[in-house]
């Protein structure tokens, strides 16, 4: 267990650390992005002009497609720029769902991309005049692609997984797929060039597929996060453990968790001792957040309620009586009592659908023990009579 002192919740701290690490996710994704569109720019220029001079027209339809990536790039860097934005008035969770919206556009361009590397291949399975023979420059450019794009997914994937961005996760992809479609120029050019003019067509459905499905894999993903789905069981079980072992959690309840882009948000009702005082239970919360916060990364922002009880299926509570009604019905009971103008303070705790009732009261000169627990006898006796009242303490000072 650690110390208490290293868990002393501080919000400017813990504000600009958040916004550190957004800053250096937003570095991080831009530098990627950048270096990647620039080869896209290069590939895609070269591919055109090889395919031009080597007659392939599988090489220029591949260099179009390189050049399309560029938007995609774009895409990128924009939303990497909107998420890094801290909350505001107009996004109090702040702009992570940026990245998911732009990882949905990406994932819809990859089966679009699957689509047209599909559709292009069953053309030219059926239609013999589109088959062409390139020359030994295609396959060598062709060659050249495959390994640039290769080395562009796993450089961008390294940065998708440190900072947990879909959408980065989603471009490095979408970088493979141009690999990929390299790997179907290739196989056609070789095949061409043996005499098997369907092979490229065949082996270009198949890769049509794969992209397809990851298409399909990271739209859902985000998708599901669009519509609040939570995290998933095993991180949950951990997120409880760290709450119950914070000192004062007797139990937790409506455990509530959501993504917005490679970030969670977290609410959670924490059930504590009620008759403690109201700074203790919102130094317990402010503990389980500040806990949560620094012991998972991708933890960004945490609501804690601070329940007596738990009140998930039915807050048995909520059709009690106010403050002010309730000591209305106390004096009521207690009038006459010549004790009754002496109480100092009224405390009350609304606990399983009753009221407690704690007394402060001064000793006189006069006062014995005796007499003391004889006022509160009578005081006790007297709001017995009220169906609401539970219980009733009377301290002496």
Known sequence: ?????????????????????????????????????????????????????????????????????????????????????GPDAEHPYGHGRFETIATVGLAVALVLVAAGIAYDA???????????????????????????????????????????????????????????????????????????????????????????HIGWSLGWNALKELADTAVDERQRGQLRECIMGVDGVKDLHMLRTRHAGGQVLVDVHIIINPYISISEGHHISEVVSHRLLKEFEDVTDVTVHIDPEDDEEEAVSLSLPMRGEMLKRIRRQLEGHPEADRIERFTLHYFA?????????????????????????????????????ESLRVYWY
């Open 1 to 85: 267990m650690k110390d208490q002192a290293d868990q002393v919740h501080n919000p400017v701290q813990t504000k600009e650390m958040l916004a550190r690490a957004r800053d250096a996710r937003h570095r991080e994704a831009s530098r990627v992005t950048i270096i990647g569109a620039i080869i896209d720019f290069l590939l895609g220029v070269a591919k055109l002009l090889a395919g031009y001079f080597a007659h392939s027209q599988a090489l220029i339809a591949d260099g179009i497609h390189s050049l399309s990536d560029l938007l995609t790039d774009g895409i990128v860097l924009f939303a990497s720029r909107q998420s890094s934005h």
């Open 353 to 389: 659908g009753k009221v407690g009732v704690e007394l402060l009261m001064p000793f006189d000169d006069g006062s014995q023990p005796d007499s003391c627990r004889d006022i509160e006898r009578q005081f006790r006796e007297a709001l017995a009579k009220d169906p609401l009242i």
């Open 122 to 212: 069953a053309r030219r399975m059926f239609e013999q005049d589109v088959v062409s023979e390139p020359g030994v420059l295609a396959l060598v450019v062709a060659l050249t692609s495959i390994a640039a794009k290769e080395w562009i997914y796993h450089f961008t994937m390294r940065v998708a997984k440190r900072h947990r961005s879909e959408m980065l996760r989603a471009n490095a992809w979408h970088s493979r797929t141009d690999a990929f479609s390299s790997v179907i120029v290739v196989v056609g050019i070789a095949g061409a060039m043996a005499g098997f003019t369907y092979l490229d067509a065949i082996a270009a459905i198949g890769v049509a597929l794969i992209i397809a």
